[in-house]
């Protein structure tokens, strides 16, 4: 399939060719020659020119709404239809519209004297969040027409106020400098896109002032309650006036998306493939099954022959091995661990197997496929399936507990009930005395501190069965395709990777798969300066345009705000093209639903009753909803293998399918767009698990030793060797009645009575909050919270979202853990306001930083001292991280993610955690660059840790994502304050995993952190080891972006904690290259400051210091090697310091020579630490 790059991709993808290319400031356009224009053009430029300077003084005014009767009364010839030829000529740069009464009150001061009135002439003594209530929501309040210029961002801002969101746009508040120059840029564009008007319309022979006219019309904005009735304001392109009942194929959907008039150059040419349709591959089995099951598999699953990777991984099962499936979505793997466990039930109706799976839906849709066969086996009808997790019912657990056979579960309800339970209660005993299958679903999802925590509890499964005898057990697991099966499957359950088997090559069919990578345009095709149009509603468009057709499609959202934001526009665009009765046929998925909401949207995906969802990833995983024919992949997700596992949810029935990649302006988004082939030629990632986490590792042994007394012999092989430490000094030992006794060690004490109770296993907490609809006097739940997302969702006078729909939170009780909401139409959402100081506490390892062209050179004797910090050699540093966070209060932002007004809150205590991380403390050469250029030293250090941050998801080879790297993100209150702060920060790039397992013990928290046993996800780590690679794919990323002072494409982050306020794309190029290449920036290579996105006014107060010093060093320090670095870990050495000072401050490594010996290296080398 051929397809044209836009205009807009090819310009991004031209970068710089060189490091050292000067960087020089954009010059001032030239507009056309107006002269030249017809006459009604001459007369729209000069509307144009007052409407451009008369909007832009009144937006420069936070409380005055931008109503074009506002600038009527002003510019008295400036007519409708005026307004909608400015708006026609430059698309995506203008707002024309008629927006909600309630959507504009955002916009007026707020009066809290009875009887005042706002901007609109309206009452401000009432309350604005009353409401009425109605049992039809779609009525609403009168609509009023508005005419804005959407300007980006990040430009020229002296407003501290920085919004969420790659799209976010802030009301303006500019210099008179800056305005100034932002009317010229303005005009000038207007008098551009007339130029191209008047080529275009003498290239295709048209008369321009008929043409225009027609094309006038169109841009007529029509009142809501009219569009019903209105053709016009539907999609652009001709879609079904109803659904059809068969959808055409996707090669003729993908003519008629890039046929619309939405289409301006989205497709990206080499990102776009066709995987042609895949004929079915069979095998033969080794053994037999019998005429019973062969029926049943046939009846059930129209099964008369297996696939190759299904015979092959059978028939390693038949000859007692351990097995890992690691083919594509929907390839057949379920039937890979069906079969073995009914042949064993035909061999002896005693034995028992577990399933065990990520999610309930996953456990509960499995059982019911199980079921359905086994039904139909009559001399198997006495075996009992069953699910055993937190939704079973406490009456029916005795029962299932006592005679099911197969056990349907996840890993939380094994670690906290199942296996605490097993020697002692006699049902569980004979249970796993008689286990001979265990198996593990979706294997890939075990990664991280959560994988870590299965790996352990499977370690005490095992244990078990030992303990009890049994020996036979086998382990089968499946996963999406990964990096490394075998590794994977042998750190979570303990084994050798001799005993497991890997099956990979693939045997199932599949039907013509079409790929499309479609990158969302700029507002302005001809200015890149004026930002991409929204990700999410181009997303969402897409989303509309499948469904409409009758494409069964799913949306994947990476988090639940941007599912419930996508659904709320969905809503919107559906009501606005006059197809409202498509809203019941569309609803989101996430997170949080209850139980019953979530088995409800199942049902009706699976029997088409819906016709399109928008999920996070608790869909991803293999739940049956039924055959799909589409996907919508709203941004880049956390990894390839989450991309083609998402993409893999689409043509289950080996029909055509579709996969569209919608990219945003994030960083890790355009790399995509820019480089598209890595889609799909880019290795799937290695999951990371952590075993020899020492605080994961306490958590299970003192679950361990609940179970059953741990033996420090016996146990070592479950355990490994570092649990001897942790038993002596953790456990307690056990008395023993006789010498000949072995030495046994029971859970501590202060772990009792139930010590896997207080072992969270995964992010998911077991304390939650019940959000309650109170509208009408329903009161009922509609949702559950987690705890720790309470401060920031449903704090008091909030916007709640819930099926794309606004709530007002009423009342939020923590004590009885009830938030009430109110369904209200406002269009206003909130964000909270927090800081964050990130603090490297002890050091851990450390490495040289070099530039790839010396990367081969060996390790040199240089000093790691602050002395030569500023001379050639920089370090990265790994070890312990301190994260002090505090929320201070909350944004109200308006539906355009423009902040409306900051409302502060009582002081909270702080919250701390520990975690693991590394920083790189910026060369002293750089800060006197950026100082002596007048740049911003905070701006430029926070810059510079967004895009390291968003390179280190493409270029390491873990599976790690923006959300799994923090940092500390730069507050606008305080940098950009004219008052000294006493919260001086150290000139340091730091980073930290977010998750960190010190959490587990929540009880004993504090007494774990003094302990020094800090872990994290272990993917601080691996960005630390490539750290070259992350900088080098940084530098050319904010090289090549094509902006001036920084944007979502470089060094803008959609999850930024305070907005992308504090930002220097020039500050952050100068400290990336003085890390990678120290002294290769000659200072007149550098544009003078200050940078034209920061503040400018007032004295300017330093918040930053340099560096001084060492971070504590630890006894054993790792120092690595640049030419060791490799994805062998046998190929890293470590260097033990012998020799450590203590001052009364704290702990130094003074310069003298130091005899270390490099592990398995050779002699001892002389070199100075």
């Known amino acids: ?203 295709n022979a048209l008369d321009p002032e008929l043409a225009f006219k027609d094309r006038m019309r169109k841009c007529i904005p029509v009142e809501p309650d009219l569009r019903t009735a209105t053709t016009e304001r539907r999609l652009t392109n001709k879609l079904p006036d109803t659904v059809p009942k068969n959808r055409d194929s996707v090669a003729t959907i993908i003519e008629e998306l890039i046929t619309d008039d939405e289409y301006c150059g989205q497709l990206v040419d080499e990102g776009c493939r066709v995987l042609p349709a895949k004929q079915a591959q069979f095998g033969n089995l080794d053994f037999a099954i019998s005429q019973e099951v062969a029926d049943a598999l046939y009846t059930a699953c129209n099964i008369t022959s297996f696939y190759t990777h299904q015979a092959q991984a059978l028939n390693a099962l038949h000859a007692h091995q351990n097995v890992i499936v690691a083919t594509a979505t929907s390839s057949g793997k379920s039937l890979i661990y069906q079969l073995p466990v009914i042949k064993a039930l035909e061999e002896d109706n005693r034995v028992t197997a577990i399933y065990i799976f990520p999610t309930k839906a996953l456990a509960q849709d499995q059982k019911r496929a199980l079921q359905s066969i086994l039904s139909l086996i009559p001399s198997l009808s006495s075996v009992i399936a069953e699910t055993f997790d937190g939704d079973t019912p406490k009456e029916q657990r005795a029962h299932i507990r006592s005679n099911a056979n197969v056990l349907f579960t996840n890993p939380d309800m094994l670690h906290v009930s199942i296996l605490p339970s097993s020697i002692e209660h006699p049902s569980w005993r004979e249970f796993f005395r008689a286990l001979r299958i265990v198996v593990v679903d979706e294997l890939h999802v075990y990664d991280g501190v959560f994988g870590s925590n299965v790996a352990f509890i499977m370690r005490r499964l095992r244990r078990i069965c030992a303990f009890l005898g049994n020996d036979a057990v086998q382990f089968i697991s499946c996963s999406a395709t990964i990096g490394n099966p075998a590794g994977h499957m042998s750190k979570v359950f303990g084994l050798s990777s001799e005993a497991i088997t890997v099956i990979s090559d693939d045997g199932s069919p599949a039907g013509e798969k079409h790929f499309l990578s479609w990158n969302t345009p700029f507002r302005d095709p001809e200015d890149k300066s004026s930002g991409r149009r929204s990700d999410l509603n181009e997303a969402a468009r897409l989303f509309l345009q499948l469904v409409l057709r009758g494409v069964r499609t799913i949306a994947f959202c990476k988090v639940r705000t941007q599912c419930e934001l996508m659904m709320k526009t969905a809503r919107q665009m559906l009501e606005a093209m006059g197809r409202s009765e498509m809203c019941d046929r569309v609803i989101s998925y996430r997170g949080g639903y209850t139980a019953l909401e979530r088995r409800r949207i199942e049902k009706d995906m699976f029997e088409s009753r819906l016709l399109g969802v928008i999920a996070t990833n608790a869909l991803e995983l293999g739940v049956d909803i039924g055959s799909l024919d589409a996907v919508v992949i709203l941004g880049f997700p956390f990894s390839i293998a989450n991309l083609r596992q998402q993409s893999g949810r689409a043509g289950r029935r080996n029909q055509d399918s579709l996969t569209l990649l919608v990219c945003g302006s994030s960083p890790v988004d355009q790399h995509y767009m820019l480089h598209p082939s890595e889609l799909f030629e880019k290795p799937n990632a290695e999951v990371v698990l952590d075993i020899e986490n020492p605080l ?40 023993k009645l006789k010498e000949s006794d072995p030495e046994l060690y029971d859970c501590h004490t202060r772990f009792l009575p139930w010590p896997a109770k207080d072992v969270a296993i995964r992010d998911i907490e077991d304390e939650m909050f019940a959000v309650v609809d109170i509208t009408g006097g329903r009161n009922i739940v509609i949702e559950q919270i987690e705890a720790s997302r309470t401060t920031f969702t449903i704090y008091e006078g909030a916007i709640y979202i819930h099926q794309g729909k606004p709530y007002l939170v009423r009342d939020f009780n923590p004590d009885e853990h009830i938030a009430k909401i109110e369904r209200t139409f406002v269009d206003w959402t909130t964000a909270q306001r927090d800081y964050t100081d990130v603090d490297a506490i002890e050091t851990h390892a450390i490495k040289s930083i070099s530039s790839f062209h010396t990367r081969s050179i060996a390790i040199t004797p240089t000093p790691v001292t602050s002395t030569n910090r500023a001379h050639e050699v920089n370090y990265a540093f790994y070890g312990n991280v301190k994260v002090t966070s505090m929320v201070f209060g909350y944004f109200k932002m308006d539906s355009r993610n423009r902040i409306i007004d900051a409302i502060d809150v009582s002081t909270t205590p702080a919250v701390e955690k520990y975690t693991k991380g590394f920083w790189i403390d910026v060369p002293h050469r750089a800060l006197e660059l950026i100082k002596s250029k007048k740049l911003h030293i905070a701006g430029a250090i926070h810059a510079a840790e967004h895009i390291i941050i968003g390179m280190s998801s493409v270029s390491v080879l873990v599976m790690a994502t923006q959300n799994d790297l923090h940092t500390e993100c730069k507050a606008p209150e305080k940098e950009f304050s004219t008052r000294e702060t006493q919260r001086k920060r150290p000139a340091r790039l730091t980073f930290y995993d977010a998750h960190s397992s010190v959490t587990g013990w929540r009880a004993n928290l504090h007494s774990v952190v003094q302990g020094a046993e800090i872990n994290g996800t272990g993917l601080s780590r691996k960005v630390f080891e490539f750290i070259e690679d992350v900088i080098e794919m940084a530098i050319e990323r904010v090289e090549g972006c094509g902006c001036e002072y920084g944007c979502p494409e470089c060094i803008v982050t959609t999850n930024c904690a305070e907005s992308n306020a504090v930002l220097s794309k020039i500050g952050a190029f100068i400290i990336l290259k003085e890390i990678l290449e120290p002294g290769v920036l000659r200072q007149e290579e550098i544009p003078e400051g200050p940078e034209g996105n920061l503040p400018t006014n007032g004295s300017k107060v330093e918040t930053i210091v340099p560096v001084t010093g060492n971070v504590k060093f630890a006894k054993d320090l790792e120092v690595i090697g640049i030419n060791e670095i490799s994805n062998k870990p046998e190929d890293l050495f470590s260097v033990k310091i012998e020799e450590i000072k203590d001052t009364e401050d704290e702990q130094r490594v003074f310069e003298h020579e130091v005899e270390v010996k490099v592990e398995g290296r050779g002699q001892p080398q002389q070199f100075t630490v």
Do not use: W
Not at 143 to 159: D, H, P, R
Not at 177 to 198: P, V
Not at 721 to 726: C, E, I, S
């Open 1 to 203: 399939m051929q397809r044209s790059r836009s205009r807009s991709d090819s310009d991004s993808s031209s970068s710089s060719s060189g490091s050292n290319k000067k960087r020089s400031r954009v010059s001032t356009p030239v507009q056309p020659d107006s002269s030249l224009f017809p006459p009604f053009l001459q007369r729209l430029e000069k509307l144009h020119k007052s409407l451009n300077t008369l909007y832009t003084f009144v937006s420069s005014r936070k409380n005055v709404p931008p109503l074009l009767s506002t600038f009527q009364s002003s510019i008295k010839e400036l007519t409708i239809e005026d307004a909608a030829a400015i708006n026609c000529l430059v698309p995506g740069t203008t707002r024309f519209e008629y927006v909600d009464e309630l959507e504009l009150s955002l916009y007026a001061e707020q009066v809290t004297s009875a009887g005042a009135k706002d901007r609109l002439g309206r009452d401000t003594g009432n309350d604005i969040f009353s409401i009425e209530n109605k049992e039809d929501e779609s009525v609403s309040n009168k609509f009023m027409l508005i005419f804005e210029f959407v300007e980006e961002a990040k430009k020229n801002s002296e407003s501290a106020s920085r919004l969420k969101g790659a799209d976010a746009i802030r009301m303006p508040a500019f210099s008179t400098a800056n305005m100034t120059k932002l009317i010229t840029k303005r005009n000038t564009r207007f008098s551009e896109a007339i130029a191209r008007f008047l080529k275009s319309c003498k290239e």
């Open 696 to 735: 994961v590792l306490e958590s299970h042994l003192q679950c361990a030793a609940f179970e059953l007394p741990i033996s420090l012999s016996e146990d070592l092989q479950y355990f490994g060797p570092l649990m001897t430490n942790l038993v002596l000094a953790r456990l307690k030992k056990r008395e």
